[in-house]
């Protein structure tokens, strides 16, 4: 048997003490009962809103083969006499267990930050990275303060490339992070007026950003978007901290991975890649220009930690956008089809325009329109009225003359969008949706986008639920 971790080596590295007649190991970590795999161990963490100590016997009858649990919680729990570690805070427990796993890691470690595009960045490596090594990357955005040390413990030993995402709506969070992760390569995507509510200005988020900088290992590398205002604020902070390998990705005609040109379509995407005095052409399976930036950011990544760049190339041809982050879904209505763009992970200016313009490259079909369905960006706190009324710049220039809005904060919008624009505005999520079931027809291409925490998720489930998809042997009539 191959274990992830053998339980002495737990034990030792979480400081820990065994209670019962323990397995050998464990062959995966888990922190959510439901999902557990048989084998794997359940760490017992207590969130904002649940503790794990509750549902640590549910762990057990899905297969859990040992428990860590906290010592003050060990009486609450009664006659239970399960395999189990015993520490004193599970959280911190499983924060030693992921340094012990970087500490044993041979593999080249990179590090994503960013204001946008981070989880697509930390995939679009995932994905390029594999045809040369063993990749172990963040599963979806696990980029917190659990997220982050969950996925080092999870890391095989024997792991090639290690991909972590790291994020912050605070100034400090990022520091303790990538100490753990201690990157040899840090990437920041850009940097944008997300979590404004929290901030005084773009350039205290960019210093907060530049916080990655600060686990970089002796002799690491740091990657830079060329193209973002805050090029030279991030350039200077990486010199300050003595860091000697400052890289850049851009449109801009000294970044070192260069984007010579591209070419946009509905469903994939082509670009030209000046890297190393040679240009290179670069198919995406996706589509948007947001899209093949990241991908320059990325292919630099392989070229810096000695990949194959010519089967990392190859491998983003087969690229798909994530759920919530693009993916496109062909839906049957009547006799015909209509297409959904799913954006509705999350939501920030930058995103919006993002997609918006993804919006405006894809083609309807017969008397179909295009339909951008909008919800409040949130987290904007003193700035949030003038975020959402400059999105009627990007929507006119991009010509979209179909706007379907919901929440408190798209109401600035609505009054910001002149007559041309046929504007439907609901308060409540859930009173948009009706509205959009009911009022799309065939040849529509719809983009929903909006912050997670307004739920816009539900307007794409509602619509996946309603329309079946489009299959490529059916006739439009």
């Given at each position: ?24 190991g ?16 359940f ?33 609450a729990?009664g006659?239970l006499?399960?395999?189990?570690i ?12 992921g340094?012990?796993?970087r500490?044993?890691?041979?593999a ?6 960013g ?17 040369s090594g ?14 982050v040390?969950?996925?080092?413990a999870r ?19 990022i520091?303790?992070?990538v100490?753990?992760i201690r ?23 960019a ?5 990655v900088f600060?686990?970089?290992e ?20 990486a010199?300050?901290?003595g860091?000697?390998h ?14 010579a040109?591209?070419?946009g ?5 082509t670009?030209?890649l000046?890297?190393?005095?040679d ?14 930036e ?26 798909k ?15 015909g ?13 930058a995103?919006m ?5 993804l ?14 369905v909008l919800g ?21 220039a ?17 009054e ?11 308060e409540?999520?859930s009173?948009?949706t009706?509205?959009?079931?009911n ?25 996946l ?8 042997t059916?006739?439009e009539?």
């Open positions: 048997m191959s274990w992830l971790w053998t339980t002495e080596d737990m034990i030792a590295a979480m400081a820990g003490r065994p209670f019962g007649t323990l397995p050998e464990i062959t995966g970590i888990s922190i959510d009962s439901r999902s557990i795999s048989p084998g794997e161990a760490f017992a963490i207590k969130g904002d809103r649940v503790d794990g100590h509750d549902y640590a016997s549910m762990a057990m009858a899905n297969g859990a083969s040992l428990l860590v649990v906290s010592e003050a919680r060990l009486p729990m006659r006499t399960v395999p189990m015993v520490v004193e805070d599970v959280l911190a427990a499983l924060g030693r267990l340094q012990a796993s500490a044993r890691s041979r080249k470690i990179v590090a994503v930050t204001s946008v595009g981070k989880t697509t960045t930390k995939e679009m490596l995932r994905h390029v990275l594999s045809p063993k990749v172990h990357a963040s599963v979806a955005s696990f980029n917190n303060h659990w997220g040390p969950l996925t080092l890391m095989p030993d024997d792991t090639d490339y290690g991909v972590f995402e790291v994020g912050m709506n605070h100034p400090g969070e520091r303790p992070l100490a753990m990157p040899h390569v840090a990437v920041i995507t850009t940097i944008a007026p997300a979590h404004l509510g929290n901030f005084k200005n773009i350039k205290e988020i210093a907060a950003k530049a916080e600060e686990g970089l002796p002799g690491g590398h740091v990657v830079l978007n060329r193209d973002n205002d805050q090029f030279n604020f991030l350039d200077r902070t010199q300050s901290l860091i000697e400052i890289h850049s990705f851009g449109q801009h005609a000294k970044a070192e991975f260069r984007l040109e591209f070419n379509a509905d469903e994939n995407s670009l030209w000046t890297i190393g005095g240009t290179l052409e670069v198919a995406i399976g996706a589509p948007g220009r947001h899209i093949a990241n991908a320059l950011a990325a292919l630099g990544v392989v070229r810096i930690v000695g990949a194959d760049i010519e089967k990392a190339i190859a491998a983003l041809a087969t690229l956008p994530e759920k919530g982050r693009g993916k496109r879904h062909r839906l049957s209505i009547g006799s089809s209509f297409t959904l763009i799913d954006e509705s992970y999350n939501a920030n200016p995103s325009r993002a997609a918006i313009a919006l405006a490259a894809a083609e309807p079909t017969g008397r179909g329109r295009r339909i951008a409040d960006m949130l987290e904007m706190g003193e700035y949030s009225q003038k975020v959402h009324t400059d999105l009627a710049g990007p929507l006119l991009a010509g979209i003359e179909h706007v379907w809005l919901a929440g408190a904060d798209m109401a600035a919008l609505r910001s969008l002149p007559e041309s624009v046929h504007v439907e505005y609901r409540k999520t009173e948009l009706d509205y959009v079931l009022s799309v027809v065939p040849g529509d291409v719809l983009m929903v986008k909006s912050s997670l925490g307004i739920g816009f998720g539900k307007i794409v489930a509602a619509l639920d309603k329309f079946p998809a489009f299959s490529d059916q006739r009539l």
